[in-house]
């Protein structure tokens, strides 16, 4: 069945093409699309468009649903081409004419729409914790290691003594800013698109809805004011929410950037264990820390993901665009590959090893040279002045 | 003069290609820069490195290297490099040894950072008013056409009725969210980095600053906790401003991208007056919306100048690298096009005429289905054959 | 299993995070890891390290596999890492110790790049076919329809006077151009890594390998010179093969836009019949050519994914990084996404029918204003007050 | 003036938004604009539109501008647009009615896209000159520099023994190889625009063209057959410019990452002498290589310059669309900018100098293990086995 089917056959290649894989990544929206179905239920009821025994019916088909998809067992076909059909046909199925009534008032549209911000607002919130978690975890290492210095480089050179704690500092204030960008975005999606219909309302001369009521249901702030702009959002909301992701990606690119290249024999100021490095197929002696590339490699995906979005929304005019549909996957992407890069990084951290011979070592007298000059500054010499002194001095 | 000068020349050739243009874009930050070495110099008479004379002296030739740049006579020259070497050496020539103290327990590294920061603050400030701007002036567009009907379209055909000003509404809702992202942008990066030296700090055995201080007389919420997180957050502040800006920017492509096709003689939805229009060197009759389509265009920058940045960032090892200074330029490129656009909206949308008679002629038959099938629902007809029985009707 | 086994077992966690997709990826490598391992045990042979006998028992195992591939069962499991494992494992398998010498003086590193190669090599020699089908169609469609007048645009304002075939030719031309960067590709590509190991080649001093007979038993043109820049090469030869079909997604994009605005009820120059096209789940009227938005977005995503291995590259150091694996992924993507956008739009062409009587009335008067100023020109008057006087003819 | 002036006055700042920097980078252009309104003139006369002696005098004036453009005396203004307007009207003042006559059959449309092709065909061949001076280079070092041992890395964890010259042959190969990426962009764009007028060529039936004679004057190997695709090739065509370039970029890329990598002070392989590194304005002992930091960002430019156009082209209808005239600004960048990182690579390359003791230092015993187990191979243990073996002998 396709939702919108008339009397004639849509061509099968035509159907593969603009199906996709979309009725795979669905799969993680039945959870998400059963709640706006209830949603959407219970308003209808509170409306008059629907009986309350109607609406009994429903919610009790929904909640089988639910209990199907938690055991991994509700499975969206390609035919059914996605979410909204496979429920809407499962109603059908149950209820016959009554599950036919569902779809009143609606479009598949605003139940996307809907459905992909329920999830990112989930999913936003998990990465908040594990953010947490991450930052918790960094906290203990710097206690543990609290004071072992450690050469702080610019330009990849020696510059100035610093120590392991202020340099996994660093990281630390890093994410708590990351924090505020996860914030930001889940403030600014929290807006309800259910009634917004195909992205221009319903005519209020057939159907009143009571957007607020479904907004209030599904835990919104509110809904969107103005049904276009649902649409007109497709592309902007989704790279806010891979931009907020991002941010604590780019601090973990920083973060396993350095860490390969302190794991070097050259550096070795930090070492992993054996079980969370890899081999060669052909060279005995490896140990690789191919985790820490593969963190940095993935960290790029996410961005890559984002570039993908915006590289499909741009100069798209206003309305639904079947482009943007293209959206979901690097979305879902994005998410579960920050999501493994934060849960890997903590694993990393819980077993790094910081090579206390190796660091001090390594604190050679050039790290000091502008303390010299400072030293000279109190005693009364214009800093030009003493810079230069020490300067001399080194040759 | 080089504020790294040794006993040797640098080469010529190496002087250019690291130089670039960084003594020209520079010229935006003086105005900064002047700002930063007034409050330094305050906090180093309140910590007792500078006498309470010494600093009224400096604080007067920074005021009249504040003069002078307000008349645009303050040039940077290559070889001085950048903003912070020109005045250096300006207070120097003034000032003799007491000019060579100024930069006493500072580098260029913190000191570019606060410039970059006041700037971004700045224009933060301006575009959020700029936006309101629009805004007002949309709602006022609304207002005046009100009511006059549009058909609604989803994927390029027409769907739905909707009207000129709910069309428009749509805009006004989304610049109102792209605020939010300007607010968010401009409390992430309200930290100051003043003393954070080269990204280390300064060894606490020579002198002590007091960072809240200048944060204070700088206006920044707080100073940076971690010296080191100033040189990481690199990369990452200007692609959070420059993402704040393209939110509006999103939303300009979108208006552009709907005026250039309501504009072609096909839909002749609205047009613009002939002086905001340009004409064909060969074709005598012609009459191009060159400005929606470079708006349309110049969105697109701002992106590409987003990207520019997330590429020198990546894969880069803590502390400093001279990579990131090559940011400055997209940055403050797209902050100029982002200001840009928005102007030459207002000016489009003061001129923007919608052609009554099109809009009406356009609401043809097909825009009513829904509420077709909508009022059999009403009369009782499950949804999913009342748009069974409209749609045959409709063959 | 894993090649690289030691004493220790690697954490579940961590080989999750690593192996990821790799081991379905790698399904469609089967084939061409094979080839692979057939020319490496040939080339044993010849060398000595392997006796006649061993080869060919090795060649009757290699051909089993192959068997087992073309009927969709050999399969790697996640365990086993990827294809190279999956392969030797069942060598072993098979062979006893005899399996163990395969993966003498070879790395996954070489192996795997030499798979890609082949792969790539198959897919670009596929899509100039299909591109020369295409063409092929496309001059049959302009023969069809010869002389159908259209309005030529610029600035999607009428411009001058065109035809239907001389448009359509434009995309003829454009596809003939990127046929031959899809020639430079196969060209560019076609070097054989087999031999340099895990990037610095076999000790000489052990065994001397002839890497001309494997590059000449694969097909290649001939083997990498040297060994480290096979490594150097990925990135940059996943793009440059991304990068040539994208040539051809370009020509797409612009004739999905092209169509997307001629066949709005505005323009009404071109339609396509029903059943290659979809509706709307709530607007019984809708006739949406979501087909061809989904070619103009899948276009964008063969861009995002050049993009995405363009991310992965950037500041990484010679020699292999583990990082290079997610380049896999985008690439075959690619390359899938690229073909599937050409196959639809040879189905959409096939099937696409101009709209005579719109286009006719669409060839408005100013479309012949050059052609009367030319005509003035031609009289003696210059070209410029010509221009002028056809201009104010037109007020 | 303005090419398409009529009887109203653009509004300021709509000029200002729409000229935008054109001018200034048309100056560029002056030289390519001249020799295509030479060929065009020419043309002109053959074709009988000119007479032989207003050829000549055109010429004459023509050759005029070309010697100003050559002491940099032809200065195109901000109210001219651009470069066409600019050459126009100076034929016009010197030449009076006969300077109108010179636009004749033609638009800025190709002009400006025939003096893009012919700026980019000069700096690719001097590209082409500029990789072969530096692979020259290259040879002479690794000549220089024979044997001296050097570690092999993947991972960035040492790997297998190889030298100095073998490491740096793979940047030639490398470059070898990006030469034929500019082989291929030169074929690829080397056709002529002239004559394709705003895009549609011009009617027949008023003046008969003879484009093959100016293709021929202006050296290309041949004009475009369809006028149409002259417009649709922006974007594609400076993005094959900028790919080709951007081949040598990548390499570059990984030769800087390696050289900032191996001049640590831990690495310690490599050193440029002291003038060619610049210093810290607060640390005295520093030597940094901002050179080789500025050549990796430098490279990642082009690539954003390339992604800026890709950006811009996308999703646009056929014809001329005025989005894309801000594609010069980074097509001129990304080939200024690739200029000048081949340059700096060659003042590098001739200074840089291998420190032998540190690299014989570094050649330690893990880097023999495959070595070790392939000469157990050799005495007949399966390569598996003697892996284990040699691998337990590590511990």
Redo the contacts between chains.
């Keep these: 069945m396709?939702?919108?089917?008339?009397?004639?056959?849509?061509?099968s290649?035509?159907e593969d093409?603009?199906v996709?894989e979309d009725y795979l990544l669905d799969q993680k929206l039945i959870k998400y699309d059963v709640m706006v179905n209830l949603a959407h239920a219970k308003m209808l009821g509170k409306i008059g468009?629907l009986k309350v025994e109607e609406v009994d019916k429903i919610l009790k088909v929904l909640d089988e649903i639910k209990s199907l998809d938690e055991k991994g067992e509700f499975k969206i076909s390609k035919q059914q081409e996605d979410v909204?059909t496979a429920i809407e046909e499962f109603l059908?199925e149950k209820l016959g004419?009554?599950g036919?009534?569902?779809?009143?008032?609606?479009?598949?549209?605003d139940q996307v729409m809907t459905d992909i911000l329920l999830y990112c607002k989930d999913e936003l919130k998990q990465s908040n914790q594990t953010i947490n978690q991450l930052i918790t975890l960094l906290k203990a290492f710097c206690k543990e290691h609290t004071g072992i210095p450690m050469p702080?480089?610019?330009?990849?050179?020696?510059?100035?003594?610093?120590s392991v704690d202020?340099?996994m500092?660093?990281?630390?204030?890093?994410l708590n800013?990351d924090l505020?960008?996860i914030d930001?975005a889940q403030?600014?999606i929290d807006k309800c698109p259910l009634g917004s219909?195909?992205?221009?309302?319903?005519?209020e001369?057939?159907?009143k809805l009571d957007i607020k009521m479904t907004s209030d249901l599904l835990g919104f702030a509110k809904p969107?004011?103005?049904?276009?702009?649902v649409?007109?959002?497709r592309?902007?909301y989704e790279q806010?929410v891979l931009?907020a992701l991002n941010?604590a990606m780019?601090?973990m690119?920083?973060l396993a950037?350095?860490l390969?290249?302190f794991?070097?024999?050259?550096?070795n100021f930090f070492s992993l264990p054996?079980?969370?490095?890899?081999?060669?197929?052909?060279?005995?002696?490896?140990?690789?820390?191919?985790?820490l590339?593969?963190v940095?490699?993935?960290t790029?995906?996410v961005?890559?993901k984002m570039?993908?979005i915006?590289?499909?929304?741009?100069?798209?005019?206003?309305?639904?665009?079947?482009?943007?549909?293209?959206a979901k996957e690097?979305l879902i992407q994005g998410i579960d590959i920050s999501k493994?890069v934060l849960?890997?990084m903590i694993?990393s951290i819980k077993n790094l090893k910081p090579n206390k011979t190796s660091l001090e070592k390594?604190m050679?007298s050039?790290l000091y040279?502008?303390?010299?000059?400072?030293?000279l500054?109190?005693k009364g010499m214009?800093?030009?002045?003493a810079?230069?002194a020490?300067?001399?001095d080194?040759?």
Tied chains: 1, 2, 3, 4.
């Design positions: 396709k939702l919108w089917e008339k009397d004639f056959n849509p061509n290649e035509i093409f603009t996709g468009i909204h059908i004419d009554l036919k009534k569902i779809h009143t008032a609606r479009s598949r549209n702080g480089y610019t330009h990849m050179q020696k510059a100035m003594p610093y202020k340099w500092g660093a990281f630390i204030e890093m800013d505020n960008a930001f403030t600014a219909a195909a992205g221009y309302g319903v005519p001369n057939t159907i969107f004011d103005n049904p276009l702009y649409q007109n959002s592309g902007k806010i931009f941010q780019m601090t690119n920083k950037t350095d390969l290249l794991t070097t024999s050259e550096f054996d079980e969370l490095c890899t081999g060669s197929s052909i060279m005995p002696q490896k140990k690789n820390y191919d985790v590339e593969l940095k490699g993935k790029k995906l961005q890559a570039n993908e915006s590289l499909l929304s741009s100069n798209l005019p206003s309305g639904y665009n079947r482009d943007m549909q293209l690097p493994s849960k890997i694993l390594a050679t050039e040279a502008t303390e010299k000059a400072l030293k500054v109190k214009p800093f030009r002045e810079y230069k020490v300067s001399k080194l040759k």
